[in-house]
T-cell receptor, first 115, second 115 residues
């Protein structure tokens, strides 16, 4: 079974600085999707960024980018120029391509942004 | 973008009664919907996967007779918590997939309190 591990229960960053959240996963599949979701205090889950495993180029969305290392099964999220609104729980998630569409979530990392 | 509406956002019910939570995809047809439960400061736990017109697939350990899921149309899935007890108090979240791996859109969640 696929598993997703987020080894940092909590992280903090100063406003305007850069922070990287770690995520590793375990799968025997060669093609799959990886996601980072943000859950602010409102508890609304928001998609931050998405990566398809067959695409070697790292996904970017404005201040958010990933470092996808397929061989190492690593999918870290980098947040640049951190803003107070980035404070939230961040969940890494995996989904196989084809078959079950269900997401497998990591336990999450709580990010605090200090002014 | 895709929007999923979840109602109610919070509900208080008496022990022994049933509560229905609705999840609607507003601007797309959701081939698959998912129901999660989230305990405080924890990750999302998948309860079941529902496909339009067929029986839901429940995760191991989830009582299908207690958590009734109906996916009667491509835009509506409901979760009914039957004979609710205080231990059923939790945050319930639905999500919907368009079935193309683009990601999942989440509802805003329902906080259920059973007294």
């Amino acid at each position: 079974a696929q598993t997703v591990t987020q080894s940092q229960p909590e992280m903090s960053v100063q406003e305007a600085e850069t922070v990287t959240l770690s995520c590793t996963y375990d799968t025997s599949e060669s093609d799959y999707y990886l996601f980072w979701y943000k859950q602010p205090p409102s508890r609304q889950m928001i998609l931050v960024i998405r990566q398809e495993a067959y695409k070697q180029q790292n996904a970017t969305e404005n201040r958010f980018s990933v470092n996808f290392q397929k061989a190492a099964k690593s999918f870290s999220l980098k947040i640049s120029d951190s803003q107070l609104g980035d404070a939230a729980m961040y969940f890494c998630a995996y989904r196989q391509k084809g078959g079950s569409e269900k997401l497998v979530f990591g336990k999450g990392t709580k990010l605090t942004v200090n002014p | 973008g895709a929007v999923v509406s979840q109602h109610p956002s919070w509900v208080i019910c008496k022990s022994g009664t049933s509560v229905k939570i609705e999840c609607r995809s507003l601007d797309f047809q959701a081939t698959t919907m998912f129901w999660y439960r989230q305990f405080p400061k924890q990750s999302l736990m998948l309860m079941a996967t529902s496909n339009e017109g067929s029986k839901a697939t429940y995760e191991q350990g989830v009582e299908k007779d207690k958590f009734l899921i109906n996916h009667a149309s491509l835009t509506l899935s409901t979760l009914t918590v039957t004979s609710a007890h205080p231990e059923d108090s939790s945050f319930y979240i639905c999500s919907a997939s368009e079935g193309r791996g683009y990601g999942y859109t989440f509802g805003s969640g329902t906080r259920l309190t059973v007294v």
